[in-house]
């Protein structure tokens, strides 16, 4: 069984850990290693992996590096942290890597930065599907026995912000260009194979434009399978 833990879940950071029983991982670093220090023994963790070099992803990955952590992300998310040394590894996507008990197969996503990506991770029986900051999903996927998705915004609620003018029409633009709301996760989520799914986690829920009470109830309607809002 996969055990997920949030440590954060907004645009202010974001970072998760995530465990077979065997092996620990931090997907994502976008909070203070100080942070990071209050939730997980850094000497615990195999490993971490960052999606993409925005700060609220990856603001604490070159403190992980100087505390021997292993850091896995693409050459574009290297080359925008500015992570280098050999706790650097550069993976590519649509290629396996090993970490520990964990495989891992990293897929390209669609967002503002230099080569984003997302990760389907299996152990054992489990495969986790993890995805986040990105406009929609390309790929499908079989056999998932856990889903962390990204959720960013209600359509209704971000027209509300668009007309009462709290959200610029340049905002919004950014937006369904780099970011999936409740349509495109509910759109992925009805298209994949279900049948061995346990549960979903909804990732990085805007603070004003979600409703994240009926991204649940919708989502829950959908895949039938317990659903959880990954919050501060």
Sequence with gaps: MIDIKTIASSSAGNCYLISDGKTSLLLEAGVRVSRLRQSVNLSTLAGCLCSHGHKDHSK??????????????SAGTAGEIGATGHRVHLIKAGEQVKIGTWTVVPFDTIHDAAEPFGFLLASGDDKLLFATDTAYIRNRFKGLSNIMIECNYNDDVLASNVQGGAVSLQQKKRLLFSHMGLAQTLEFLRETDRSRLREVWLLHASSGNSDVAEMRRQVQGAVGVPVYICDE
């Design 60 to 73: 604490a990955v070159p403190d992980l590096i100087k505390a021997a952590v292993d850091c896995y992300m």
